[in-house]
């Protein structure tokens, strides 16, 4: 009997001690897990954030550029003072200069009055032509001579509002080289501008050679280029 209580209490004392090895080992894993959490948090989150802040430094960049490439249509940055000396609006003569101003798309006009300024603001396109500004597009815009353009052989009626076209007028803008007419200011240029190209043949256009022409004025060209040819032939 003495020898059996021996055995049970040596079982016992064995069981403890093996109890105990396991719970000290569960601990020690349990801890480094924990270690190996934090670690993989601070990682992550660093790694996160410097993508993060990357990322919207891109992005900004490329905002930025967007910008540098946008031009205002109102009160921006002044590109070319037309120094207009006389109201495009009115005609009427600029005492101050500097009393009242718009600039519009980087071009800086000048008016009389507020009257005129305002007018311009309403319809800058308007009176575009009379400061010397060619709309080769909607926002394509250029300080041009107007004596240099040509008027183009208009319709006599608007393609766009079918109103009658009078070429004596001032309803024209200055495009590529020619003065194109329009029947009212209620839209017809901006729908020509829209596609240009599209209406060329409403007023005996045609492009030729990245060059936009008169049709016949191509048309003797390419006699004169047949001719040409002929006698390179003999």
Known sequence: MKYLFAVLASLVLVAGLANLSAQDHSDHMGKEH????????DH???MDGDHGDHGDHMDGDKKDGDKKDEVKEWD???KTDLKNEKDPTSDTKIEDADAFTAVWYGFKAHFADEKGLKKFKRRPYQYSAKLGLAMDGLTDIKKVDPADYKTAKSPKMCPFCSSEIDESGDVYILHRGFKIYFGCWMGCWKTFLTDPAKYYDDY???EKDGKLMLKTDAEKEDKQD???DDEKDK
């Not at 924990?34 to 948090?41: T, Y």
């Open 226 to 228: 047949e001719k040409k």
């Open 34 to 41: 924990k270690d190996d959490g934090h670690m993989d948090g």
């Open 44 to 46: 992550g989150d660093h």
């Open 76 to 78: 921006g940055e002044v």
């Open 204 to 206: 005996g256009l045609v």
